[in-house]
């Protein structure tokens, strides 16, 4: 379908007010339509087609290989490009947070199809979503792995590369975590055996290994406040990181659950929070202690957007209006809370989420609460997944400290 330029651009502005915007995103995007409409013009074009962003796109990718482009201008002339495609086509303009690229375009013609089918073929195993993508991601890195080495034929597969492909993931993933690799790994070799016609694979790949345990890393109660109430409300995220502050503080809920939650979740009349946890599946039932409640209220209250019809409690503060991501943004906003107040700053000291949940449970522990009841709070699979808080009982640990009664040492050597 033909529009013309200028119609499409006065069409695409109107969409993109509507996502509220900010002022120098918008002055961005204008320019970089005017900066397509003096091209079309430059060529004797005057109506948008396919035709026309496919000469344009070739234009900014021979400008930014031959350095008159700075990748900032590439990214932004071509993002602009392609809303106005997208505005043509559908009548309207879907912000994308996620990259256009797919997980598997780094592979080649002779691993993606494999990749492709073993992700299909663990779709079809019974298995969590979590653990699928966590098989995928690994099978994934180890076939970029053999990739690397330009291995082209897969029978061909030995003993020496599967251990190359160890070593390769050995570098991306802590000591504690390779357990779960060498089980994703046996899982890519035993799928390799039966549709790859590969031979003897699975043997070859470990079953023991080295596991690294740290000590758990908490702070006193003090502490803990100081870090909660760190956020400065005259900001614009303090209400909303103080609200998550305070709900992963006095509930030890994991940040992709803290990011998850939403508005139904929260019973304000029975004062409880209710969720199916993500890394288990498992509904759990938490308290809504007072101090939680009055941070969250205030924040849906005055300084959560509005206009939305986004369910997640937490909103980005910039449009779109959505949910937080789990990865990235909590760690950087515990991150900043730890720098501000000084808290555990030492070097082995960890400045997540994990350090509030650790030290709540040890709180909880403190207070000669059962094993099996912390495990349940904290919405663990097993009581063992809840055993390691016992290292940070330093007092019952020194209760069972044996002293030398009936080994005492000899007297000093001469």
Request: glycine residues 6%; hydrophobic residues 40%; proline residues 4%.
């Amino acid at each position: 379908m033909k529009i013309p330029i200028a119609e499409l651009i006065s069409k695409s502005d109107t969409v993109i007010l509507k996502l509220n915007q900010a002022p120098s995103t918008l002055m961005q995007y204008r320019w970089a339509w005017h900066r397509f409409e003096v091209f079309c013009s430059e060529k004797g074009i005057t109506e948008f087609t396919d035709e026309s962003l496919v000469t344009y796109l070739r234009f900014l990718a021979t400008e930014l290989a031959a350095g008159r482009f700075k990748e900032w201008k590439y990214k932004l002339l071509r993002k602009t490009a392609l809303v106005l495609s997208e505005v043509q086509h559908t009548g309207t303009y879907r912000w994308k947070l996620s990259k256009h690229t797919r997980p598997n375009d780094g592979l080649n013609n002779v691993f993606r199809p494999v990749q492709e089918h073993f992700e299909t073929w663990l779709a079809h195993q019974g298995l969590a979503q979590t653990t699928q993508d966590l098989r995928a991601t690994v099978g994934r890195r180890a076939l970029a792995s053999w990739q690397a080495q330009e291995i082209t034929d897969l029978e061909a597969l030995t003993g020496a590369e599967v251990a190359s492909a160890l070593v390769s993931l050995a570098e991306n993933y802590q000591p504690g975590s390779m357990g779960t690799v060498l089980s994703a790994i046996r899982v890519l070799c035993r799928f390799l055996e039966e549709t790859q016609s590969c031979s003897g694979l699975v043997r070859t790949v470990p079953r023991n290994f080295s596991r690294h345990v740290r000590l758990v890393s908490v702070l006193p109660a003090a502490k803990i406040e100081l870090l909660a109430n760190s956020p400065d409300p005259d900001t614009v995220t303090g209400i909303r990181d103080r609200a998550m502050l305070l709900l992963g503080a006095r509930t030890g809920l994991r940040p992709v659950d803290i990011v998850a939650l939403r508005l139904q979740d929260i019973d304000w009349r029975h004062g409880c929070i209710t969720l199916a946890q993500h890394k288990t599946g498992a509904l759990l039932v938490l308290p809504l202690l007072a101090d939680v409640g009055e941070a969250i209220a205030d924040y849906l209250l005055h300084d959560r957007p509005t206009g939305t019809n986004d369910e997640h409690v937490f909103l980005r503060t910039q449009a779109p209006f959505v949910a937080l991501a789990p990865t990235n943004r909590l760690h950087h906003m515990a991150a900043g809370a730890f720098a501000r107040t000084g808290c555990g700053s030492q070097p082995e000291m960890g400045h997540g989420f994990r350090v509030l949940r650790a030290s709540l449970a040890t709180r909880i522990l403190e207070a000669d609460t059962p094993l099996p009841v912390i495990s349940e709070a904290l919405g663990h699979r097993s009581i063992s997944s809840a055993k390691h808080y016992l290292a940070a009982d330093e007092n019952r640990m020194r209760e069972c400290c044996l002293d030398f009664t009936g080994i005492e040492p000899r007297g000093k050597r001469s």
